[in-house]
């Protein structure tokens, strides 16, 4: 009974500034995150996908719901455990499996792996494993945006144990100085690879934020609407020349830190716990109240992913003899517009 | 003798000294309750206790750093890198502070920094480096690479009591592909070079994982007798054991998995060059990574790292010269 | 008549546990380090001293209050600006000279130039010139002291610009989270080179202790019984288990960067106001009303500083076949105890 | 054509440059208001504003990261290290994010990184390494070292212009003390080497500094006729122009103001071992600074330093082999 009051109250707690269709594509872009990783999990089993896996079940709010509030001309550094942010970027299914097998036709052709990629031409910068760099990216595309005097924002996702390197440092301070439209979240999984909080810092980082001079917010990780709208208001102080926000999503990450890992050093109960407050259930049944037929969505996403995987498989492998080929770029390549699918850009024009 | 994998020698030569000397301890990422990415400091923990060994929050330059401030008093600290690639976010505690402070000071650094290194398996530009020859060209630091579980775990003894910073490159495609006889309790492996298989026509020069590339592409090649020289140590650099073997056989290639410009290989071919070519019947012939990141997919990746049938090309056409 | 009383007051202002002696030890060595840095600046102008010359002009109190804090076991990692505590620890005035010098008989034998020596037979560590490493060093030494369980301290200086690296963040979340007897004292005197404040941070650093979970706090950094009574209680802290603490220390770079910048960027003004509140009168005004006799105190430092001068001119320069000696070390060479003269550890044995 | 020392000609670059295009800006500590350590954007401030000759806070990894990141969307950072030994706080951004990027993410990365190098001025173990041959062992990283002041400009302009990160080495010790006829506008030169003396019996190589201790140390030795050739660029490597002037010389001395071992000049000497032993009627002799920090005092540095007496030893012996 309890639960089922919560779950109504849950089901209400929707974001004033999105639509059905928004609150629909949310939960799109998770099922597809979970399906592909999922389906990504069997494949490495199954020896087609070379190296290590990383994936983000349990997270896919933090990714999806920040990157619905970004538009078409905002730039994303996505981590890790963020592939809904590809997602809603545009990047395909079958772009997607032909980077985890490296084939030909993936985002990186084959020369990078796993989730180390990034469309450029969607607006998408692909991360480096070093642990956060690329907040200092995201600090510098907004210095480019502040220079130019556009109204753009850009944002970056990374881990709680990323907050202990002293890029954060740089970045935070770097931002908060330059007043830059910049938005840091902060994806507090609970564990860094094996490595709990309590030894990673002494104080949670969002009490940071005020001593960089700009705000910081703990959200639900575990609910998209909520890091839909957290996103979206600090994406307005942002181009209005507010400057940077930290969001933390408190979040749990389900999985081991990569395939081999079997989180033995998890508790169980911890697991259990946070299962009750899977992500997609929530959103779903958000969806459901809208009296939307989330199983029909569940099928659909099915069948574009084993679309995906089908059409992933039929790619070659790179040749070899490429391999050396374009260390060097002979004219510029840069960044271009990614989709921005939600709403409030339609209606009022893309920098809404 | 028991019989290890080269990195059950690693483990066994940090669990020797830690239990011979207090004042040794690990610090990384993960290390602890997890025992490393690798396992390398599996069970330490519940035989050492968390304060010696020490998970660390994920700050490479803290590691560094406070590793050496530590060992100003005399603690011998071991750094983990989770992975080599992360020392370039720890490059200047160690080349600045740790390289250059017992020159500066005379304030020694009695830091060992273990770097699991080299490509392979699909690690992709980040978790395939080879960055020695960046510590090569930083005065100060030790450098060693081994081949064997051997001198894995002699190597890292003699770098933990050694009481300079020194820099312990372990090739994680050894890890547990190497297996051998490693001699039990504590014994030092010197800094010098070893001659990995005797040869009279033609010398391969190699270090850590390429040692095994070179004797499995030399084992029989048409007969000839080769010599494969396993470096261990690039500082020092042991440029007797090189030069005399030269002398030997008049004629050499040299191999570098980490990306030529630059390389250890350079240097050893300078060394040659200046100090051998009048014993030389050749040019002196380098296999080396091409300058550019490790591709992660296989294909790629099997295209810019030396394989066996690199070295055997090379080692005939040199023989045929 | 009101600067009569406030001065009265400022004498008054006395720390409790400091002893007649410790307080004209304070002012002797607040005065020894600007009696050797106006002389040394006189040597460089002779051409005499190569390379750059940097000094602490107005700063005394910083290094002088703090190091007379600490006991012969702690250890200091001194910086660009603390002249005083290398002096407090025992280094004579001609191993100054000689070391500013580039003479065998310097401190670092020729090897590291001006500010750039420690002396390891007294419990210091030499600086690096990048800023602010130190700090993660001397969090290291503190990780010592408490993996040995030895009631121990470690200290060290840096600036406010140092304050934007990432080694800022590293060794204050390190220390943080390890509870480490370190104290941090950042030396904000309102320059960092050429930059001011508000273009290094957005809010005050001291602010940040806090989220890094230990106490913050400013002092007067022109006081040296202010800045000594700030670090004893630090100390005890530290020793006591209680971890950090960043003390701020306000002040004000009086010379340029080094001895080749004019400081033309800095505002007359604002060098006349601080003039006013130069560290050494205000401790010379606090000894005078003890009945201690200054000048001879003066007289006695002067005549110090001419004899060490002589003794260091009379040095040979090192010799060049040594330059690529003792690169490697062939046995360990360890930080051993320095001079820790303040009474109060003569009175409690010196792990006070 | 107006004479300007190396120092300014590496100002007008960046002048005539941020002039034209819109897009170029710089940034760095101290750069703005104080016109940088050592004056080379001096007046910059007044004539493009403080968004365009940005001061930093103190941060190198911020510096060269904020720059990458800026670059992506079209806009031509210069980033100024302080001293080039501070390089070392900004290397992971600089190796790892933007040596990679274009490499792994069809990314281009259009950033210059100036780095004041060099020693012979006292400045001691941080204000005096030469950190190039790190950057030459990093891929996807251009290198170049101009020697001279119109080489300066047209180097810097070409870097500018070029997508991919360049490093740029400007000695310190070049700074006011070479002198030349500049052209004015903005003029590239290309990444490749230059012949600053032609000669037959033996050549020289070196870039930078160097460059002025080869011809002054081979202006009129016993009457021999000696080539020097200078690099200019790193990265790329002229190949062909060093593997032509050895053929034509069959004697070479390499010199590296930079720590031995690893160095530019062991990759040159490991080229010229490989593609010219032929050629070669003498060892290929190096002349480098030992591995060691460079020393404070004058007598101690100057011992370490490569002098142009070290250098006309190395070329006579050489000659007379
Ligand atoms: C600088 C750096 N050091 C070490 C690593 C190895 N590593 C990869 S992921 C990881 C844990 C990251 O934890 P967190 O930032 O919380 O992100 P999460 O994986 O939990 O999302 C570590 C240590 C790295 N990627 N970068
Ligand atoms: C990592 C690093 N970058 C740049 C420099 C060059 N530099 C020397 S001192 C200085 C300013 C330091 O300012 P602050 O930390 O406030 O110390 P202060 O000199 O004011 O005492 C700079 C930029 C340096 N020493 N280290
Ligand atoms: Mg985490
Ligand atoms: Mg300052």
Redesign the interface.
């Known amino acids: 009974m309890a639960t089922e009051t919560a779950r109504i109250a849950e089901a209400a707690s929707a974001s004033e500034h999105l639509t059905a269709e928004d609150r629909v594509g949310l939960l799109r872009a998770m099922l597809m995150m979970r399906a592909i990783e999922e389906r990504a999990m069997t494949l490495y089993r199954q020896g087609k996908v070379?190296?290590s896996f990383y994936d983000g079940y349990g997270q896919e709010a933090v990714s999806a719901g920040a990157a619905w509030a970004m538009a078409p001309q905002d730039?994303l550094c996505i981590l890790h455990r963020d592939l809904a942010a590809h997602v809603i970027r545009g990047v395909t299914p079958a772009r997607i499996f032909a980077q985890y097998m490296?084939?030909e036709g993936g985002v990186?052709n084959?020369?990078?792996?796993?989730v180390?990629?990034?469309d450029?031409h969607l607006g998408c910068?692909?991360m480096?494993?070093?642990?956060p760099?690329m907040m200092?990216?995201?600090?510098?595309?907004?210095?480019?945006?502040k220079?130019?005097g556009e109204a753009r924002c850009?944002i970056t996702w990374f881990g709680d144990?990323?907050t202990?390197?002293?890029?954060?440092?740089?970045?935070m301070?770097?931002a908060?100085?330059q007043?830059l439209p910049v938005i840091f979240v902060l994806e507090n999984n609970q564990y860094?690879?094996?490595?709990p909080l309590?030894?990673?810092?002494?104080?949670d980082?969002v009490?940071?934020a005020?001593?960089?001079?700009?705000p910081g917010r703990t959200v639900d990780g575990n609910d998209a609407e909520a890091m839909f709208d957290a996103t979206r208001e600090a994406r307005e102080r942002a181009i209005g020349g507010g400057g940077p926000t930290l969001i933390e999503a408190v979040t749990m990450r389900m999985h081991g830190h990569a395939a081999h890992d079997d989180m033995k050093?998890v508790p169980k109960e911890q697991v259990e716990e946070w299962r009750a407050k899977d992500p997609i259930d929530r959103q779903a049944r958000r969806v459901e109240e809208l009296g939307h037929d989330v199983n029909a969505l569940r099928a659909e996403v099915k069948a574009e992913v084993e679309a995906g995987v089908e059409e992933a498989l039929a790619m070659p492998?790179?040749?070899?003899?490429?391999?050396?080929a374009?260390?060097?770029?002979?004219?510029?390549?840069?960044?271009s517009d990614g989709r921005g699918p939600w709403s409030g850009f339609a209606r009022s024009g893309s920098d809404a | 003798m028991p019989k290890l994998t080269y990195l059950q020698a690693i483990s066994d030569a940090m669990r020797e000294e830690m239990r011979a000397d207090e004042d040794v301890f690990v610090m990384g990422e993960d290390i602890g309750v997890f025992g490393g990415a690798f396992k390398v400091t599996d069970g330490f923990i519940d035989e050492f206790g968390p304060q010696r060994v020490m998970d660390t929050p994920l700050a490479e330059s803290g590691i560094i750093g406070t590793a050496i401030g530590a060992s100003f008093e005399g603690l011998k600290p071991i750094c983990e890198m989770q992975f080599s690639d992360f020392i370039a976010c720890g490059f200047d505690q160690l080349v600045n502070v740790a390289g250059k402070m017992f020159y500066r000071q005379g304030l020694s650094v009695n830091i060992t920094v273990r770097l699991p290194s080299g490509g392979g398996f699909s690690g992709g530009p980040f978790h395939s480096q080879n960055p020695e020859a960046w510590f090569m060209h930083s005065p100060g630091l030790k450098v060693v690479a081994p081949s064997t579980a051997e001198d894995a775990k002699g190597l890292l003894i003699k770098a933990i009591h050694d009481p300079n910073p020194v820099v312990f490159m372990e090739h994680k495609h050894l890890y547990r592909r190497v297996k051998g006889e490693v001699p039990a309790g504590r014994y030092e492996t010197p800094f010098t070079a070893r001659i990995a298989r005797e040869g009279e026509d033609l010398t391969v020069i190699a270090y850590g994982a390429m040692v095994h590339t070179a004797l499995e592409a030399t084992e029989n090649i048409d007969g000839a007798s080769i010599e494969v020289l396993d470096l261990r140590s690039l500082v020092p650099l042991d440029e007797e054991a090189i030069l005399a073997s030269v002398r030997k056989t008049s004629k050499v290639v040299i191999i570098d998995e980490a990306n030529r410009t630059c390389a250890a290989g350079a240097q050893v071919a300078a060394i040659i060059a200046e100090k051998a070519w009048e014993d030389l019947d050749g040019p002196v012939v380098r296999v080396a990574t091409p300058d550019v990141p490790i591709p992660f997919s296989p294909p790629l990746e099997q295209a810019v790292l030396p394989q066996v049938d690199d070295v055997k090309e090379a080692v005939r056409e040199l023989l045929a010269y």
Do not use: C
């Open positions: 070379p190296g730039r490296g084939r990186t084959g020369r990078e792996g796993n180390h990629f990034g450029r910068v692909g480096v494993s070093m642990l760099d200092v990216i995201a600090t510098g595309l907004a210095m480019a945006f220079l130019r850009a144990g990323s202990s390197r002293g890029d954060f440092h740089e970045a301070n770097w908060g100085v007043k860094a690879y094996s490595t309590d030894q990673q810092f002494a104080v980082p009490e940071r005020a001593a960089y001079g700009f050093y492998m790179p040749d070899g003899d490429g391999a050396t374009q260390l060097f770029a002979d004219e510029p390549a840069l960044l």
